[in-house]
């Protein structure tokens, strides 16, 4: 692969970071909400760190980036159900060491370990780093990404340990509060201090949805199918991309007649800009998609929150109704028999 990887030095201090954190197993005592910050000295930019693992299924450590990651991960606290869904984790801006078995790695961590001259042995033994990026495949770490995750982890040493003797350590004054690992240099060392950051939810982002005006008109004068259309828009589960670049997820919009099944339609995206203007282009696609069926619903069903949201207008001015459910049987049919097309 073309991409730069971090120097041989740096595996080594990442890894030495990650064995001792394993070691002190924090997640004993830590919840995934006991945030607190750490500054990359290098950009100054904020990671916030959660520490996963209390229920001993995935043990980790998540940096967060900037404050779009830190609200994100809130946002993913708050849905519901018992994990966020991959379209939200997928959004979020992360580094992250999790502690795998050995077949979860790739060839590449293996040599990397193997050069090292490190052994692991056992079940969840085995620390596996990870780059997370909106639209991206999860992937391997550059070298920037490689030395802040180790100070990330060096300093959540630093601060879960003193929160494991007192748990008052990350009680803030206020709401958007947090303790943040800030660094200094004395002389060639580095030397880091607590320090009370405000950091305030980020404005959403403003981005333009495209409609096509006289597509829009047309689709108005087509009759009304009697059937509900349930329609979803989702992370396939495949790589794109060529072996010289950071593979791709895709998005999919899918449309599939409730009654029959019938798939009434699907397009795929790419990430360009950000998810939020990905899924700015979906009005435009499902009026494209109407006039291909020849028809409009009189009700669409839906089971991703956003979907209502980013429907409402088209919905006003097409006259359908909007059902959020919690299944879409049909469609879901659909889906899984696509998704095995790709396994």
């Known amino acids: 692969m073309s991409e730069v990887r971090p120097s041989l030095e740096e595996w080594r201090r990442l890894y030495e970071a990650a064995i001792r954190l394993k070691e002190i197993a924090p997640w004993q005592w830590m919840e995934e909400t006991d945030v607190f910050g750490v500054q990359d000295p290098e950009t100054q930019e904020l990671g916030f760190v959660s520490i996963m693992g209390l229920l001993g299924q995935h043990l980790a450590l998540g940096l967060y980036l900037g404050a779009e990651g830190l609200y994100r991960f809130w946002g993913m606290q708050a849905e519901p159900g018992e994990m966020a869904s991959l379209e ?67 300093q959540a040493i630093d601060v879960v340990l003193r929160y494991r003797d007192n748990p008052d350590l990350l009680q803030q004054p206020g709401e958007y509060d947090y303790l943040v690992r800030v660094p200094h240099q004395e002389g060639t060392a580095l030397v880091w201090e607590d320090r009370i950051v405000t950091v305030p939810p980020v404005e959403p982002e403003l981005v333009a949805v495209p409609m096509d005006m006289l597509a829009l008109e047309t689709a108005k004068k087509l009759p009304r199918m009697s059937q509900a259309l349930e329609v979803d828009f989702f992370v396939m589960p495949i790589r794109i991309g060529t072996k010289s670049e950071r593979p791709r997820y895709p998005y999919m919009l899918l449309l599939v007649e409730s009654a029959l099944g019938l798939v009434c339609g699907h397009q795929f995206f790419e990430v360009q800009t950000s998810v939020e203007a990905t899924w700015a282009l979906v009005p435009l696609s499902l009026v494209r998609g109407f006039l291909s069926m020849k028809m409009v619903p009189r009700r669409v069903r839906v089971m991703s929150p956003y979907l209502p949201i980013v429907l409402k207008p088209l919905s006003q001015e097409l006259g359908f109704d909007i059902e959020l459910t919690h299944e879409l049987p049909a469609l879901q049919r659909a889906k899984d028999s696509l998704f095995e097309r790709f396994a």
């Open 88 to 154: 939200s984790m997928l959004a979020v801006r992360e580094l992250q060491v999790s502690f795998e078995d050995r077949d979860m790695l790739d060839p590449e961590d293996r040599a990397v370990i193997k050069e090292l001259g490190l052994t692991f042995r056992g079940r969840q033994a085995w620390p596996l780093f990870r780059s997370y990026r909106p639209g991206y495949f999860p992937w391997f770490l550059e070298p920037a990404e490689a030395r802040f995750l180790t100070h990330a982890i060096e």
